[in-house]
């Protein structure tokens, strides 16, 4: 009889270290690379000059704010104003914050794969959600839509931490991160309708009494915490979310694909998701219900009041996909490099569209204050368009922040800050100006490139000025008026 060969202890310990780090790590670094590749070529977008305009408040003009608007995400304002006080407002550090957290969440992806099946499922479920271009939309973008991916990917491994070795220590820590998940954006809480799956699959299993003590305490109080801003968002829930359309059936068929901001790609985590098997076949139907629950619970809801679906806001469901679809090629290490690099080659397209310099909505205002700053003179004046004047002022403002010379805001009689609200009070009187040289700045909408100078402005222009320069962007017009001599 021939014995068995004894493992050398000290390269057993060695892959018994690597196959608790690379699960996590590869991932997280693989999305910090994809992540950091042209972040600062898009220009901010509309929602960024919001983070910019609040981050650049202090503290007591950001609760006034949050008690007007965007109070479900006054914390991550908060956090921003510290650290742009820290680091500065520049572009990349401006987008830091978000590429971290997605980098950070996408790691623990790997880890929850780890956890829960094996290593391997672990690697490639990380991979594969680095992969997804959505991610590198949202890892590229100061809102709060990173954090949110975070948290609730915390929250979701310590769940199962908290569900395979119960204590009240790690039902805290679950708490916690709900909490923070609740703080970043209120809707990501929809992950709890995943969570009770497997809350209520555990029990079902072993009966355990406790569960059914510690988790509803551990929730309610995490709830508690986070129900100021859930109160603010309900009161401030009409001007929030206005813009989003009515929910209809062409959005429900094409929700995966927007969720993963390219169709193909979402079909094929989906599609090989639908194929995993496991020895544990409750396992499964609890990623399943963290996938599946979250946007259905959304897209019901939108359908019986006044919508809030908005993809976005469910991003977390990636990740348990990305895991099922690891799960059916666990054991096929080709057919996983296969899956990863197609991934990756479907999703190519989308990732140079996330990076194109207009990706994140608007115009290019860097292009517009370059003109803006090669032809202004001493004492010229500027006025903004009449729509959307909240972010043009925001966006020409960020990229003209460091010049010392630069037109003077002519209509402005209190900014934004000093009256908590993203609009800053205007002269009542748009004429209220007769400077020699006047700049126009303005989203450009149809064919009309000045169409968004509204009647007063228009009528004033053509009556006492002549136009002497004038410069058409992608989405934006730019406008020198001169005043007449004769």
């Given amino acids: 009889m021939i014995a068995p060969i004894e493992p050398k202890i000290g390269s057993s310990s060695r892959f018994a270290w690597w196959s608790r780090v690379v699960p996590w790590l590869i991932p997280a670094l693989a999305m910090l690379i994809i992540g950091r590749i042209g972040w600062v070529e898009p220009a901010l977008g509309w929602d960024e000059h919001a983070t910019w305009s609040a981050a650049m408040r202090t503290p007591g003009q950001l609760m006034d704010f949050a008690g007007h608007m965007d109070g479900v995400i006054s914390p991550y304002y908060l956090f921003m104003h510290y650290w742009t006080s820290v680091f500065g407002d520049s572009l990349g550090w401006f987008r830091l914050p978000s590429l971290l957290a997605v980098a950070i969440g996408v790691g623990l992806v790997g ?66 991160a709900l909490t923070l998940l609740g703080y970043t954006h209120m809707l990501g809480l929809l992950v709890l309708s995943g969570h009770v799956v497997a809350v209520a699959v555990r029990w079902s299993a072993d009966h355990d009494r406790r569960l059914l003590i510690r988790w509803p305490i551990v929730v309610a109080a995490a709830i508690a915490l986070v129900s100021p801003l859930i109160r603010l968002g309900l009161t401030q829930r009409g001007t929030q979310l206005e813009w989003v359309p009515e929910m209809d059936l062409h959005q429900v068929l094409i929700a995966p694909g927007v969720i993963f901001g390219e169709r193909v790609v979402g079909l094929l985590v989906i599609g090989l998701a639908l194929a995993a098997r496991w020895e544990r076949p409750k396992l499964l139907g609890e990623l399943t219900a963290l996938a599946v629950l979250p946007p259905v619970v959304l897209i019901t809801v939108s359908f019986f009041t006044s919508s809030l679906w908005v993809p976005r806001y469910v991003l977390y469901v990636i990740a348990p996909l990305a895991l099922l679809a690891a799960v059916a090629l666990r054991g096929l290490p080709w057919r996983s490099l296969t899956a990863v690099l197609l991934i990756a ?91 020699q040289r006047v700049w126009y700045v303005g989203a450009r909408q149809g064919g009309d490139a000045l169409s968004n100078l509204g009647p007063q402005l228009k009528a004033k222009f053509t009556t006492e000025y002549e136009r002497t320069g004038y410069w058409v962007i992608p989405l934006g017009t730019i406008a020198l008026f001169e005043r007449r001599t004769d």
């Fill in 111 to 176: 880890e929850l794969g780890r956890r829960l099946f094996t290593p391997g499922v672990g690697l490639v479920g990380g991979l594969i959600v680095a992969l997804v271009p959505q991610m590198s939309r949202y890892a590229q973008d100061a809102r709060a839509y990173g954090f949110s991916f975070l948290f609730a990917i915390l929250s979701t491994l310590l769940l199962y931490v908290a569900l395979s070795r119960p204590n009240w220590w790690r039902w805290i820590a679950y708490g916690a």
């Fill in 345 to 435: 080659a479907v999703g190519f397209e989308f990732q140079q569209s996330v990076r194109d310099d207009r990706s994140h909505g608007g115009m290019d205002f860097r292009v517009a204050a370059g003109i803006v700053e090669k032809h202004q003179q001493p004492g010229d004046a500027i006025v903004y368009g009449r729509i959307s004047t909240w972010s043009v002022r925001s966006g020409f403002d960020y990229e003209m922040r460091d010049e010392k010379i630069k037109p003077k805001d002519v209509m402005l009689r209190r900014t934004a800050a000093e009256v908590g609200q993203l609009d800053a009070v205007e002269c009542p009187d748009v004429t209220c100006f007769d400077n």
